[in-house]
């Protein structure tokens, strides 16, 4: 069993008047992936975003409850969210490659925090990065082309590498293979199970079968609850609950 | 009698609305027969064919009708014995001769005129009885044409859908030859000019003064008065003075705009953007010569007044004063489409930054400002196509002589200026200084054209990217 490394305690979250996460009580493991499922709108992607307070965007939303990653607490009033988003990085739904260069997409994050002062510094974190996002032998030779000229699969990728250039500890999916086919669906996946040896990983997704490969801890939301949580396999094969035995085998959602 | 024969035509179309369509009805219950429309299209059927040929005929006939009376009477008139030696004093004859028709007259009246102003009335009777018996003859022969057509039941819906698209294109088509139209004059007063003034004199010169050119006719134009006129229309001082207003203006339009663009679009809460915007927006519903008058009576004084106690010489109708109210008046333009570009880059772009660590000043200058910079950059060439069209401003408060000089404090001219300065007043129409106008209307055109291509091709370029 991996130490715990962001642990959620009565966690609410409200849009306005209305509640979208009502205590919320949710370990995350340490160098695992932790998938959420649930029918849309369950507050499955309201949650992960709390976690590098992505929430504070919207004006209308308000947190409360205690949330924290090593004995931290991100919900902090004080906390540096700069240095939160540096540790906890994010992929998201669509791919969202800025219109700029490929190396320019990853140089971003670095950049922005002070890494890689000399330009050999930059270039290595650059290659790392789409290394360990898999994507470097696809695009060595084209790294000034513009990130919106590849694919939609090496997109999400290039947004991989993008999350992991600044080393975050923690790693955000919010349904990241929505948008792909399934050939590169398969490649991400393979990708997440590579990067779980280094980064915590959380993945929103709307598909059992991707949680059942990727994931060994499962947490099932339901209008904004979580139901229940445990090991992947323990959810799938007999949950306690038996909203969660309906939702995975289709009978609603 | 026009609006009489419009009222009547109208009334009588929409009856046979209601006519056209309980007949229909009642003929498909009679004989047991399916319609081949809805019984209302077969009522817009008879309206369609009873109002447009008979409109179109009044419209024809409206247009020629006086010059052909004219030309009549004229002729009249010469054979009465009436002596003319060119247009406008045949013009004169016949204005004088409607005058007695209409008892406005008061000089003498001879036995020519008095004998011509009968014919006139004689003729006026006569095109006014036939217009009314023709009108009523076409409205009858197309109403038993299209009844007609309606007993046997014909596809109403598709006919009306094909005179509907025919009257839609007819007002595109109208659109267009009206630009055309204006295209055309422009350049043929031009060719005009450029035959009198060579076209390399006109773009080179640096020296505008076309109150020397007093010359009547551009087609008698002596060897003397040639060389006289040669240099007295350079283009450059006038292009120089109206770039420099214009830049001058941007200077104060552009950061202004988009520095309160980016906080509408990304720093405002929607309460204040709601109050804002719209105050921001009646910048531009000001009327420009209210600007002008602001420019002229009170910031081009108060300049010279700072210019006087701190020893410059400042001009009261200065560069700058023009300049620094065109841009205000230009504000609104660059903000409001800069918002509307900066709050179509897509959510997404500043999520992916926000979630790397960037903070909103980052995220703006980074991601948001690039991605939206082609948007921006046609805003920004938008606006100064209307600085450079500008016209009330700077007849107000720039000044009318062109120098060609870039101190701001001084006055300068811009072409708008000098066309108005040009136009004002009576004119001979074949003069050069007269035809100038038109070529540098057409030059203005031409600039604001390539501009407002480039904008608008900015504009594509940026849209393309996130459809």
């Known amino acids: 069993m991996n130490n715990i490394k962001i ?59 205690n949330i924290e990653m090593d004995g931290m607490n991100i919900n902090d009033k004080d906390l540096d969210v700069v240095s939160l988003r540096e540790r906890v990085g994010m992929v998201f739904q669509k791919p969202n490659p800025f219109p700029k260069s490929i190396y320019d997409n990853i140089s971003y994050g670095p950049k922005i925090h002070g890494k890689g002062e000399t330009k050999s510094e930059l270039n290595q974190i650059v290659e790392n990065s789409l290394k360990k996002s898999a994507l470097w032998e696809e695009v060595k030779d084209r790294l000034d082309e513009p990130g ?19 080393n975050p500890e923690v790693i955000l999916m919010d349904e990241p293979c929505s948008a792909l086919d399934p050939i590169a669906t398969a490649k991400i996946e393979e990708l997440i199970d590579e990067l779980k040896k280094t980064y915590t990983i959380v993945i929103v997704t709307h598909s059992m079968a991707q949680a059942v490969r990727v994931s060994q801890k499962t947490g099932f939301f339901h209008l904004g609850k979580l139901i229940e949580v445990g090991k992947t396999e323990k959810i799938f094969k007999n949950p306690d609950n038996k909203m969660t035995q309906d939702y995975i085998t289709g009978r609603f959602g | 009698m026009n609006f009489v024969l ?38 817009y059927y008879l309206v369609l064919w009873c109002s447009i040929p008979a409109l179109v005929f009044l419209l024809v006939w409206s247009l020629f009708e006086p010059v052909i009376i004219k030309s009549i009477i004229i002729e009249t008139a010469a054979n009465q014995g009436a002596i003319f030696s060119d247009k406008n004093e045949a013009n004169l004859i016949y204005e004088k001769i409607k005058a007695i028709h209409l008892g406005t007259y008061f000089g003498d009246i001879d036995s020519i005129l008095r004998e011509s102003a009968l014919a006139y009335a004689k003729f006026i009777n006569l095109f006014t009885n036939s217009k009314v018996v023709l009108i009523f003859g076409i409205i009858i022969a197309s109403v038993i044409y299209s009844l007609k057509k309606i007993k046997n039941n014909n596809k109403a819906r598709d006919d009306v859908e094909v005179i509907l698209k025919g009257l839609l294109f007819v007002s595109s088509l ?19 000019f450029f035959s009198v003034i060579n076209v390399f004199d006109y773009l080179f010169g640096t020296n505008w003064s076309p109150q020397r050119a007093f010359v009547r006719d551009a087609s008698s134009i002596t ?62 519903g000001i009327p420009t010569v209210v600007y002008g008058f602001f420019a002229a009576l009170t910031v081009g004084p108060f300049f010279r007044q700072v210019g006087e106690n701190l020893g410059l010489t400042v001009s009261s109708e200065s560069a700058l004063a023009a300049g620094l109210i065109m841009g205000i008046m230009i504000i609104p333009y660059v903000s409001s489409l800069s918002d509307d570009v900066i709050n179509s880059v897509p959510q997404s772009l500043r999520d992916g930054s926000y979630a790397v660590g960037a903070t909103k000043s980052e995220t703006i200058k980074q991601v948001v400002i690039p991605a939206a910079l082609p948007g921006i950059i046609g805003s920004v060439l938008l606006a100064v196509s209307r600085a450079i069209g500008e016209t009330m401003i700077v007849v ?53 054209l390539i501009l407002n291509y480039i904008a608008q091709r900015a504009v594509k370029k940026y849209r393309e990217k996130y459809d």
């Open chain 2, 6 to 43: 419009l009222f009547l035509i109208t009334i009588f179309s929409l009856s046979l609305f209601f006519y056209g369509r309980s007949k229909t009805k009642s003929i498909s219950i009679e004989k047991n027969i399916r319609l081949n429309a809805l019984p209302k299209f077969y009522g």
């Open chain 2, 223 to 284: 060897a003397a008065e040639f060389e006289e006129l040669k240099d007295a229309f350079g283009f450059i001082p006038l292009i120089a003075g109206t770039s420099f207003i214009a830049f001058i203006a941007m200077l104060v339009a552009v950061p202004i705009g988009l520095f309160s663009g980016i906080y509408m679009a990304e720093y405002a809460s929607i309460k204040v953007r709601r109050i804002s915007k719209p105050i921001i927006e009646i910048l531009a």
């Open chain 1, 7 to 65: 642990k959620s305690k009565n966690l609410n979250v409200y849009y306005g008047d209305k509640q979208a996460l009502f205590d919320v009580n949710l370990d995350l493991n340490e160098k695992e992936v932790t998938a959420l499922i649930g029918p849309s709108g369950c507050g499955k992607s309201t949650f992960i975003r709390c976690i590098n307070r992505m929430n504070d965007v919207i004006d209308i939303c308000k947190v409360t409850g």
């Open chain 2, 396 to 448: 107000m408060a720039a000044g009318l002589a062109a120098n060609l000089t870039i101190n701001p404090l001084e006055s300068t001219t811009t072409i708008t200026t000098q066309i108005v300065m040009i136009l004002v007043g009576d004119q001979e129409f074949d003069s050069p200084k007269t035809q100038s106008a038109f070529a540098l209307g057409l030059t203005l055109f031409i600039a604001t």
């Open chain 1, 148 to 166: 919106t000229s590849l694919s939609g699969g090496q997109q999400q990728r290039l947004c991989i590498a993008r999350a992991i250039s600044v």
């Open chain 2, 174 to 192: 109208i659109a267009i030859l009206t630009t055309l139209g204006i295209i055309f004059s422009l350049l043929f007063e031009s060719i005009k």
